[in-house]
Nanobody, 121 residues
Framework: QVQLVESGGGLVQPGGSLRLSCAGS????????MAWFRQAPGKEREEVLC????????AYADSVKGRFTISRDNAKRMVYLQMNALKAEDTAVYYC??????????????WGQGTQVTVSS
């Protein structure tokens, strides 16, 4: 059973930082690209960043370039999203997803439950 569990969300002030974590189990972790998506209230889910099984990262949301970084630790079966210089518009539920490929070329086939990030003063 594939399982993805996110953690690390919370309330943060504008300009602050958070690191989200995603723990993967039930599959051969290092074979797959992994991604972070987010969904704000009333908006469609959007892909934020993706990382291939060889640590090649791709940014899909222009608004996070230079502020967010995706990384992975295959030995720990973990994916991380480091978020810096947070803005109110970053407020969303953030989801970890497995990409059914070694490279970042599509939507996720398995998803975590999501973790809420709220950026507010």
């Amino acid at each position: 059973q594939v399982q993805l569990v996110e953690s690390g969300g919370g309330l943060v002030q504008p300009g602050g930082s958070l690191r989200l974590s995603c723990a993967g189990s039930g599959f051969t972790f290092h074979y797959y690209a992994m991604a972070w998506f987010r969904q704000a209230p009333g908006k469609e889910r959007e892909e934020v960043l993706c990382i291939s099984n060889s640590d090649d990262s791709t940014a899909y949301a222009d608004s996070v370039k230079g502020r967010f970084t995706i990384s992975r630790d295959n030995a720990k079966r973990m994916v991380y999203l480091q978020m810096n210089a947070l803005k109110a518009e970053d407020t969303a539920v953030y989801y970890c997803a497995r990409i059914p490929s070694s490279i970042c070329n599509g939507l996720g086939d398995y998803w975590g439950q999501g973790t809420q990030v709220t950026v507010s003063s």
